[in-house]
């Protein structure tokens, strides 16, 4: 059996960091409704916020990912909880932008390694990293980021793993934003914190512009 092409991998990879150096912040959505899907992420891409991670935690997810691709001029659109290879199937299919995974099982790693899909693993620990590395993924979700130790962790890391990047998500907040970001090996972060859910259903869009132009504007 054959692996994984190197250059299919590293071309990959080199997209995927860009993309995140790019974004610095990317909300991750859990939609429940699919019908305010567009108007939150046009929301978010006029505060400046054009990376948007649509979770498959709810029956909602897919549908509003697809629409927001369709109908967001702007947007850069990816799919987060991919569990198994049929996500990732569903992310290729539609022609979403990346896609983000809490782990990083052997199964759906080596999916992924043949899916040819912008694709973030989650790790916690020094074996998880070594597993997704063997697999030519060197970018990582570092999840639930906080839970898992926080910024010292991921400090930590950078010693034995000096080569990889990751996108710390989970237990994140506006006002420590800026302190994972100025770690060298942080390309970007993500949380729920850009889109409050109260916001999101009650429909106060311009509330969500302002707080995402406001973050963006406390890291230039």
Do not use: Y
Not at 27 to 52: E, H, M, S, Y
Not at 58 to 83: C, F, M, S, Y
Not at 127 to 137: K, N, T
Not at 163 to 189: M, R, Y
């Amino acid at each position: 059996m054959s692996g994984p092409d190197p250059k299919h991998s590293n071309d990959m990879s080199s997209n995927t960091r860009a993309l995140l150096r790019s974004a610095r912040l990317i909300p991750v959505l859990t939609i429940t409704d699919a019908g305010t899907a567009v108007p939150l992420a046009r929301a978010l891409v006029a505060g400046g916020v054009r990376t948007l991670e649509i979770t498959l935690r709810t029956a909602a997810g897919a549908a509003a990912a697809t629409a927001i691709l369709e109908q967001v001029p702007g947007a850069i659109v990816g799919l987060g909880t991919v569990l198994t290879a049929a996500d990732l199937a569903l992310c290729r299919e539609r022609g979403f932008h990346f896609a983000f995974s809490p782990g990083a099982s052997p199964a759906l790693l080596d999916a992924a390694a043949k899916a040819g899909v912008a694709f973030v693993p989650g790790i916690q620990t020094a074996s998880e990293i070594m597993a997704c590395l063997e697999r030519g993924f060197d970018t990582m979700k570092f999840f639930p980021a906080v839970p898992a130790g926080g910024i010292a962790a991921v400090k930590a890391l950078a010693g034995p793993f000096p080569n990889v990047g990751f996108c710390p998500t989970g237990g994140i907040s506006e006002s420590d934003t800026a302190a994972w970001l100025s770690l060298p090996n942080v390309l970007a972060v993500g949380g729920s914190w850009l889109a409050p859910p109260e916001e999101v259903a009650r429909g106060d869009w311009a509330a969500i512009t302002a707080r995402a132009s406001r973050a963006l504007a406390a890291l230039s």
